[in-house]
């Protein structure tokens, strides 16, 4: 089973500099929470230069399939 979180700010007028601030902040509050669980196995991180975010699996073979199968939700 997969978790997927999404924040859509889409309605809010941001500048990009915002727009960056926040997606760090997320990804951080991310990986802090991942690395607090301890009971994942070994996860493969990326971050989508089309659109902001971050992909965690346990599969790097897996990665750009789901990286295409969000990017494809979110146009």
């Excluded at 979180?5 to 500099?17: A, N, Q």
């Excluded at 997606?23 to 009971?39: D, G, M, N």
């Amino acid at each position: 089973m997969a978790s997927r979180f999404v924040v859509d700010l889409s309605g809010l007028k941001l500048s990009k500099s915002m727009e960056e601030k926040l997606a760090k902040t997320i990804q951080q509050a991310v990986l802090a929470s991942i690395a607090e669980t301890r009971a994942q196995p070994d996860v493969v991180l990326r971050f989508p230069k089309e659109w902001l975010g971050l992909v965690a699996h346990i599969d790097q073979l897996k990665l750009p399939a789901v990286e295409r199968e969000i990017g494809g939700l979110i146009r």
